[in-house]
């Protein structure tokens, strides 16, 4: 478990992470959200001791990281997965930090096995893709079999098949009863990985429910209808006092609504439907929703005219 109160980093006059309290619990995978510049990386950096806090306090397992004993046993992180010397191999990269931390040898051959990179264990990581280089570095943290793992864009660099794999083991691990927080920007995998969601904005807490919550409370939610009979369900919808929005593509929206009651409707009045389903936001629509006030590096349309990309740039 990681335990943040209070947590509160400046730098000068800026405040990169303000008063922040939550925390990661055991048996879920929590994501780790906010735009660029909201305090992430700072945050997961204190919760390892690598920074310290201005005030606040962050525990893991009831304890400072650097009151942890053994704490790759504790707690195993990907923050950089750059963080390696390039002049050794993926093996000799792990079994020194299995030496330097009372891991068995043995344990090195396992992750290794784990992550894909047995076939490359001999080559040096500075022949290693990004890709490799995420693997290699997601080995370590994995390296002491520990209770707690973070991750910080684990994801990045990696094919189709690297991204299926790092979101089952994510889930497996939380499975086992171990507690996972993972940052990441690309919103469709968090979506399918992270049952829990702590969402940050300027160093502030924005959130911290599950999920399901967080896009049911900041998204709207529909029904999608689509008829031969239009103007006939039109009247009927609006007869039991339910607001209906077209949306021009030959269908129409029925907000709040319940697709039971609106099927019942349809039946009653024996009106056709070749459409009839509950339209949910995604949680990049709700994220964007949430984060709107607090995203600073804000990106705008080049404002010469006649620009053009594509097979090339000209202006007309």
Not at 265 to 286: D, F, G, K, M, R
Request: hydrophobic share 40%.
């Amino acid at each position: 478990m990681i335990e943040l109160t209070g947590l509160t980093k400046r730098y000068g006059e800026k405040v990169a992470v303000n008063q922040l309290t939550f925390t990661v619990r055991p048996g879920i995978v929590t994501g780790f959200l906010g735009p660029n510049g909201a305090g992430k990386s700072t945050t997961m950096r204190m919760i390892l001791g690598l920074d310290h806090p201005t005030a606040g306090d962050v525990r893991i397992d009831g304890k400072h990281y650097d009151q942890l004993k053994d704490p790759m046993t504790c707690i195993g992180a990907l923050l950089d997965a750059k963080a390696v010397h390039g002049g050794r191999s993926a093996y000799h990269h792990l079994l020194c930090l299995a030496q330097a931390n009372g891991i068995p040898g043995r344990r090195v051959h396992e992750v290794l096995d784990t992550v894909g990179l047995t076939a490359v264990a001999r080559k040096k990581a500075r022949g290693f893709s990004l890709g490799m280089g995420q693997r290699l570095g997601i080995a370590g943290a994995l390296l002491g079999d520990p209770r707690i793992l973070m991750f910080d864009e684990p994801v990045n660099g990696l094919d189709p098949e690297g991204i299926h794999w790092i979101r089952t083991l994510m889930k497996t691990l939380a499975a086992q009863g171990r507690t996972v927080f993972v940052s990441s920007h690309l919103m469709s995998e968090m979506a399918l990985t992270a049952d829990h969601l702590v969402v940050i904005g300027q160093g502030r807490l924005l959130a911290d429910m599950s999920m399901t919550d967080f896009i049911a409370q900041n998204s709207r939610s529909c029904v999608r209808i689509r008829t031969p009979q239009r103007e006939r369900l039109l009247d009927v919808l609006h007869g039991a006092g339910l607001t209906v929005v077209e949306t021009g593509s030959g269908a129409f929206e029925v907000d709040a609504g319940e697709p039971e009651r609106i099927g019942e409707l349809a039946a009653q009045h024996q009106i056709v439907l070749h459409e009839l389903s509950t339209q949910q936001a995604s949680l990049e629509e709700a994220f964007m929703r949430l984060t709107a006030e607090s995203v600073e590096y804000h990106a705008h349309a080049d404002p010469a005219a006649g620009q053009q990309w594509g097979d090339g740039w000209r202006k007309d």
